[in-house]
């Protein structure tokens, strides 16, 4: 279970040497806009993926005038350091150097919900493959090498393509086509298991949120077209080698998980036709789909939530800061409006973040 009991940020953009010791629940961040909330949850998510959800400039987010950043949290019983500079990267777990982002990621599972990422429902296909893979890759994380053999095929295949180059295109192919069944099934088993969790009642605090007579529904698409059975490997196979033509005028491989998405639909209307308040609402019941899921299989992740205020009012800000707590899982969340006095108690911690200074406000 992830829990952050410590927390110290050090020349991360405007925040410099400040240590917080978190609830184990909710966090409340709060104070003027520009002032380091955001910047807050940018460094819980840095630490656990050695990247922003912001920018892919290291230099942005080092405090101004300095040359590095350094962060470090005590999760559960682990200490996480990561130092980074333009020049080196050093991440420690328990004092032991590591390589891989991974092992951040398996001990700091984050699920993030911020303007920067979008919303899922009415998203973007790329956005919601990232959500959906999150959610697998902590669900089964054997699947990664499975994931790095389909990207690494599919970069060799395109170059191939770009350069109409045939000679060696069907090894490639074979590998990728493989690749692919494996991921393609195991997402449509993923999404039969969120869909499980959506139903009315089912998912833990969180029926407020939804209205009786409201289906929520949402399905993958594979990437493939009609004809290509993507539970059998020589179909798929077949269906590259016999259209390589069309993808060599392409320059690229058009069509392939790197192409799926997840179709969103409400009462059976299309998300597209949602207003932005239900789109945001439904892609919340969708990231805490996930979030119960994973806790069901005792994988409590953090969550980070920025600009909650935004087309959602004090009732449902309420009602997911519940849903968040029946769920038993650590939350950090930004901008909750003039609705402090009604989502405060004794359970929840209040920081107050004034020029990068992080403050405990005691309730």
Not at 166 to 192: F, H
Not at 314 to 325: F, G, H, P, Q
Request: net charge positive; charged share 25%; with cysteine.
């Amino acid at each position: 279970m992830a829990i952050i009991k410590k927390l110290i940020i050090d020349q991360f953009r405007n925040i410099e040497n400040q240590c917080i010791e978190p609830a184990e629940n909710i966090n409340l961040l709060t104070g003027p806009n520009a002032h380091g909330k955001t910047n807050l949850l940018e460094a819980i998510y840095y630490i656990g993926h050695n990247r922003s959800f912001k920018t892919s400039k290291l230099k942005e987010v080092i405090g101004y005038g300095q040359n590095y950043i350094k962060l470090s949290a005590e999760v559960d019983n682990q200490k996480l350091k990561l130092q980074k500079s333009t020049k080196k990267t050093s991440i420690h777990v328990d004092d032991e150097k590591i390589i891989s982002t991974s092992t951040l990621t398996k001990i700091l599972p984050i699920q993030t919900i911020t303007p920067e990422k979008g919303f899922i429902v009415n998203g973007t296909p790329k956005s919601k493959r990232s959500y959906l893979d999150w959610g697998l890759f902590h669900v089964k994380p054997d699947l990664l090498p499975v994931f790095k053999s389909y990207n690494k095929a599919l970069k060799n295949i395109n170059a191939l393509l770009y350069n109409k180059n045939t000679t060696e295109m069907d090894g490639w192919l074979i590998e990728l086509s493989r690749s692919a069944k494996t991921i393609t099934q195991n997402r449509i088993e993923y999404i039969k298991s969120l869909q499980q969790i959506t139903k009315p009642n089912d998912l833990k605090g969180n029926t407020k949120l939804k209205h009786e007579g409201e289906e929520f529904e949402y399905v993958l698409t594979t990437g493939w077209p009609s004809e290509v059975d993507h539970n059998n490997t020589e179909s798929i196979c077949n269906y590259l080698s016999k259209n390589i033509q069309s993808f060599i005028k392409a320059k690229f491989l058009n069509c392939g998980p790197h192409k799926a998405s997840i179709k969103f639909s409400l009462g059976g209307n299309n998300e597209s036709f949602l207003s932005r308040g239900q789109q945001k609402k439904y892609s919340i019941i969708f990231w805490l789909a996930q979030v119960d899921l994973l806790t069901k299989k005792s994988i409590n992740p953090i969550v980070i939530i920025d600009d909650m205020s935004s087309e959602l009012d004090a009732n449902k800000i309420e009602e997911l800061i519940l849903s968040l707590e029946n769920l038993n899982v650590q939350a950090f969340i930004t901008d909750i409006g003039h609705n402090l006095d009604k989502v405060i108690n004794p359970k929840r911690k209040v920081f107050e973040i004034n020029n990068g200074t992080i403050k405990h406000t005691p309730i």
